[in-house]
């Protein structure tokens, strides 16, 4: 088998020669990281490196309108950052997910991305560094600054753009059953026994009401993240920037992206903490965990078609056996709760991290970064599958949950304020034991009167009492 040779151009840096593949537009400082760090083979997400890219184009911008900055170079570190911002250069960031703690590799394979690319739209021959890396494109910076701002706009854009869409129409959805099934009368469960009776509607109304909070959280959280450390440089105090830099560079970035960005209020903590991240991830998992309980409630809901519940029909997307002929498996539902177990275990990652904190940095920020982008973006695109797959041509099965409503005991809860609890529970055991109805043995050994019987064994009127309905307290 022919192996490809790869040619190579020699560069040299604080620490000697590096040999760099002679097509890469990164440099000596990339092509270190590159062999230091083979260890997932996953380099890191390319929303991040779109942000880090987007954050040279700004700060370039407010540099050379202040004249901190020639013209001439500014426009060329824009014009060669917004190209790298768009994903166009992707292959060019090889750095591997687990390096340096701070995220300094991958800054400094966007900055020898951006200059190298500047230098050719600019004219000159390709590896005369007439352009920077540190001196121009990371001007008044730090990879300190830089990249947890980066993680910022990254995980803030895939909220707006990814997770919080998925979450809306999923809302929209369940919002849209409740109202198309509120007459639909069930047997509601508790510990997963009979309970007393619920709306369809109801059931769905609750389920939308989940995802509603967690869209509300997810809004508060995320607004801590609008914040940027940019401009606090190596440990918070600005050493090497102009004061008047972060502001104006949120600016530009605000205007780009359509975000209300702002710099840190305390960029010493906004440099050496990584609190507000814990915080958006944990609430990704909250609404993760709120999106499995659904997934799975419509699961079991829908078990059967004939040994199970059965009081929803998911609609059938492929064989579910290679055995057993004509089954469907409730698949959907499944990939939900496989990716809510999978965001449980990035936030745990994200959670450690945090700890990686230690005096004025913190050095876990790469895998922070990619396990809660991770998190955000497999959340948005399973729910958006199970919103357009199984929620949208879900189907109740009214006869199914009349049945079910019908032969339950526990109806006898309306029994109480009229009987007492224990006269009420003796019924119950005396329609198990006998195999009858509970209405049956209501009808028969009750003594009361049939209107009244009816008018206390109303599912309906259970699902909404009024204030004549004295209740009872218990699972």
Known sequence: MMTRSIAWRNEVDALGDVKVPRGAYYGAATARAVGNFPVSGVSLPLPLIRAM?????????VHGEMGLLDEERARFIVLAAEEVASGALARHFPV???????GTSSH??????VARRAIELAGPRLGTWTIHPNDHVNLGQS???????AIHLAVV?????????????????????ARAWHD???????????ATPIRLGQEFGGYAAQVRMGLEALQRSTDALLELPLGGTAVGTGVNGHPDVPAKACAVLSR???????????????VAARDALVHVSGTVRSVAVAAGKIAGDIRLLGSGPRGGLGELQLPALQPGSSLMPGKVNPVLCESVLQVVAHVIGCDAAVVQGGLGGVLELNTMMPMMATRLLEAVTLLARVVRQFTLLTLVDLRPVPERCAMWLEQSLALVTALTPALGYDKA????????RSGRTLREVVQEEAGLEPHEVERLLDAAAMCAPDAKRVGHGGG
């Open 53 to 61: 890219a987007l954050i040279k184009a700004a700060v370039a911008e």
């Open 96 to 102: 591997d997910v687990f390096q340096t703690g701070s």
């Open 108 to 113: 400094m394979n966007v900055n020898e991305v």
């Open 143 to 149: 990879s300190n600054d830089v990249f947890p701002s």
């Open 157 to 177: 854009e895939a909220m707006r753009d990814e997770l919080r869409p998925a979450l809306e129409r999923m809302a929209g959805v369940l919002e849209e059953h």
């Open 184 to 194: 639909i009368l069930k047997l509601g469960r508790t510990h997963l026994m009979d």
């Open 256 to 270: 780009r992206t359509g975000l209300s960005l702002r710099p840190a209020h305390n960029p010493v903590a906004a």
């Open 425 to 432: 529970a003796a019924l119950a055991g005396l329609a198990r």
